[in-house]
């Protein structure tokens, strides 16, 4: 079955400092890969998503993601953290082919400290 | 005014009630999908809905249903609620062509 993990349950960054969060996904056919944040309170907002071409990707907010089939990775990461980054992340993975479903990892809490 | 809205966005209800969580859309998706959030769990998928005459269940079906009123209305329904149904409720579209999904507001549903 397809899965998603998020290894950092938890990280803590200093404001300016550079962000790279973690996701692998299990091996299959091509995938869809997804970020989302999710701020205090808030529902999911999509940041970036790759689907094939270029594997590094712009999304919104500064942030980017790069795929690596190798590794099986799609590493999120931004030069230069803001306190208002201060969000849970989720990243998602659909494979096509399968019936349509998103599955996602279980997220990674970045906390910014000034 | 938001693509997809879901109504209530807080409520309380007591073990054994019957609650219906509703979710409107704009964005003329015929994909609709129901997931609730738990800490540490991230989001499961309860049911989703192809378009009006498709509704499939997800991994987390039991003591849920769901109903796809029209193109853009996709209820979730407890039908005796029970605390372990505490959580975080999203509502979904998607597009299909890429599977993007675009995410509602949120129903935090608290089961006492």
């Known amino acids: 079955a397809q899965s998603v993990t998020q290894p950092d349950i938890h990280i803590t960054v200093s404001e300016g400092a550079s962000l790279e969060l973690r996701c692998n996904y299990s091996?299959?056919?091509?995938?869809?890969l997804f970020w989302y944040v999710q701020s205090p309170g808030q529902g999911l907002q999509l940041l970036l998503k790759y689907f094939s071409g270029d594997t590094l990707v712009q999304g919104i907010k500064g942030f980017e993601a790069e795929f690596k089939r190798s590794q099986s990775s799609f590493n999120l990461r931004k030069p230069s953290v803001h306190w208002s980054d201060a969000a849970e992340y989720f990243c998602a993975v659909f494979y096509t082919g399968t019936a349509s479903k998103l599955t996602f990892g279980t997220g990674t809490r970045l906390q910014v400290t000034l | 005014d938001a693509d997809v809205t879901q109504t209530p966005r807080n409520r309380i209800t007591k073990t054994g009630k019957r609650i219906m969580l509703e979710c409107s859309q704009t964005?003329?998706?015929?994909?609709m999908y129901w997931y609730r959030q738990d800490p540490g769990l991230g989001l499961r998928l309860i049911y989703y809905s192809f378009d009006v005459k498709d509704i499939n269940k997800g991994e987390i079906s039991d003591g849920y249903s769901v109903s796809r009123q029209a193109q853009a209305k996709f209820s979730l329904s407890l039908e005796s609620a029970i605390p372990n149904q505490t959580a975080l409720y999203f509502c979904?579209?998607?597009?299909?062509?890429?599977?993007?999904?675009?995410f509602g507001p949120g129903t935090r549903l608290t089961v006492l």
């Open positions: 091996y299959g056919a091509t995938p869809y």
């Open positions: 979904a579209t998607s597009d299909p062509g890429t599977d993007t999904q675009y």
């Open positions: 964005k003329g998706h015929d994909r």
